[in-house]
């Protein structure tokens, strides 16, 4: 997915790697706040930002309690929607 390596939950994206990226989903309520976090930006794959998805840079996930809460964000939002 995203021409990168994805984790999906109950058949939802909820992270994954594009090139040294750490893709995460974080749904439109927590997108703000995700990007207000260090080396986070938006994730415009296709050219455009697609909200509710953010890539953060290497620096920030390369601790793991970073890559540990990034993971929680994900798993925040996609345990919030019905499997699939």
């Known amino acids: 997915m995203f021409g990168g390596l994805a984790f999906m939950v109950n058949g939802h994206m909820c ?11 974080t749904g439109p309520k927590q997108y703000e706040a995700a990007l207000s976090k260090p080396h ?11 909200r ?8 920030g996930y390369q601790l793991t309690r970073d890559l540990k809460a990034w993971i929680q964000r994900g798993l925040h939002f996609v345990l919030s929607l019905p499997p699939k």
């Not at 986070?40 to 697609?50: Q, S």
């Not at 509710?52 to 290497?58: Q, S």
């Open 40 to 50: 986070a930006r938006p994730m415009d794959f296709t050219g455009r930002p697609m």
């Open 15 to 25: 992270c994954g790697i594009v090139g040294r990226n750490f893709v995460v989903r």
């Open 52 to 59: 509710g998805f953010v890539y953060v840079g290497p620096d």
